[in-house]
């Protein structure tokens, strides 16, 4: 995998638990799924999701998991413009409030569709974030000048992603991002 450093896609997070499912694998050391996730804590909090990362609602820390129904079967267009966030700087900045819609509640059928999550879901380190880079703020509002369905920060930053209706939409909006930019598109879904 190619993700930028400081990205907010858990990327050193996914490394570390990989590396402890491979030694599980290649020692035969036998630990339970409920000790790599101990252990995968130790790494980072949310190193534990990358154990069994299947869609989940973390809350604590980000190691107690709910199960979500999510799927998202439209193309995925990630931008990264290579600044590096710093997650202790995010979390520094970052207060605390009660959200107005619970992300656990994604799936459920009376909350389906895009549009729905447009207008509810949203990330706390964006504020933060786009004040001080607001290139990172313009490229969630490209995605959605592109016809992002829905556009969001990745964690505490820099990844903004678009989810788009059709492939063409996708490959059309990464164009229009400056070429040291990091793109990459996932159609899988969407196949």
Known sequence: KKIPIGAGMGGGSSDGAAALLAFNTIYDFKLTQ???????LKIGSDA?????????????RGEIFEPISLIIDRPILIVNPGIHI???????????????FRLSQIGSEDHK????????????????VFKEYPEIRKIKEQLYECGAEFALMTGSGSTVFG?????????????????????????QAAK
Do not use: C, M
């Open 34 to 40: 409920e000790e790599l996730f101990s252990l995968a």
């Open 48 to 60: 534990s999701y990358f154990i069994d990362p299947r869609p989940k609602y973390a809350t604590s």
């Open 86 to 100: 710093s997650t202790s700087w995010a979390f520094g900045k970052a207060g605390t409030r009660v959200p107005k």
């Open 113 to 128: 569709g895009l549009s729905f999550l447009k207008d509810r879901v949203t990330n706390d380190f964006e504020s933060i």
């Open 163 to 187: 989810i788009f209706t059709e492939i063409t939409q996708a490959h059309n909006a990464a164009l229009k991002f400056p070429s040291n930019y990091f793109t990459f598109i996932d159609d």
